[in-house]
């Protein structure tokens, strides 16, 4: 088979290589990918959110099954388009991919399946807004651009004042263009927060093993938000008792209602729930594997990748029993120094010996004479398996040590929190 991977990120390259290993892949290409894509897969330079173009490429070239990885992509209507040349996917199509596209969609859904999350207001102008946060009594309030906003365009206000900033900034100053012409207001949540990747395939879901993002740029989740510096899993806060709640009263109801929508989610659809007192709520839904969950959730999985995305498009994921390895996984995510604000970019990464550690590179990219160096804010993230979660966590941070390039960085605490909790 001829596959392609649509993006660039440490997601993708983690993707690769569980594609990789099936032994009827005859040939992957990335579009665009990355520099460490480039061992296993022939990187094409057309941008992730060219659809016309990637449907043209794909067609000349043979392509039998893509994976649009990336949230653009998918909210652009990548698989529509893909399949309406031929050619087979894994993701869902346009109006699925609104469940992460749109948040007012994905609130409305809730609401009307009785799936629960935060409470909400939509508004549609600034004034509305502005004037329902002038007589708003409770801080913290979280305010939410609707569309696509790079991960940024959720703001944590802690009084009315930066409630307002955030709503001007989202609807009169249009810092994230039209995703901010809709908000959505919505309550605090307190809790351990929780990512459960799943398969589905329109009538059944199979969650992955769970995982525990670390969003914030600095140690102890001080600093700004940022794509995600690193991942344990599965996450301790997540216990069986919870997974079968969160089947019944979140996973199910999710898929039922997309179906019911007669919008069929097939793909990968990402739950982030958040452990509240009042039991688990979702705080957002994706339509892809998460970026970093992806690179240490997937070195887990024992069953086939390909073969399970050929059983979602097909919709035989009941047919499959999907194994997974009974180790812990952690990923540390070197970034460049500044990240996610200002950083420089093209400097030279020194790789020493990393042993039996993955290296998933994001933002790379390789030179002429084949030397990597840094092309984005998340650089590298390292994965290490362990039989303990210490023991996964120190092969991370034992092989990140290994790498270097100019003002590199990395949290230092990823899978604190989450080694005390089994302690307890
Ligand atoms: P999102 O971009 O939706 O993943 O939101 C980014 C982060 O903001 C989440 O990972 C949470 O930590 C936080 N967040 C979003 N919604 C809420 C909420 N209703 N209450 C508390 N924290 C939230
Ligand atoms: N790591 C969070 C995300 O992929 O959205």
Redesign the pocket.
Known sequence: MTLLIIGSGGREHAILCALAKNKSVKKIYACPGNGGMAGLAECVPIKATEIDQIRAFATEHGVDFAIPAADDPLCLGAVDALESAGIRCFGPNKAAAEIEGS?VFAKNLMKKYRIPT?AYEVFETSGEALAYLEACETF?A?I?ADGLAL?K??V?AQNRAQAAAAVREMMEDKKFGASGSRIVV?????GP?VSVLSFADGQTLVPMVSSM?H?RAKDNDQGL?TGGMGVVAPNPFYTPEIAARCRETIFLPTLRGMAAEGRPFRGCLYF?L?LTPHGPKV??YNCRFGDPEAQAVLPLLETDLLEIMLAVRTERLHTLHIRWKAQHACCVVLASGGYPEKYRTGLPITLGETGDALLFHAGTRRLEDGRAVTAGGRVLGVTALGNTLPEAVAAAYGAAGRISFEGAFCRKDIGRRAIAAKAE
């Open positions: 948040k935060a913290p979280v939410k991960g365009g959720v944590i919505e309550e605090f949540l307190t927060e993002d969003k938000n982030g958040m705080i957002e």
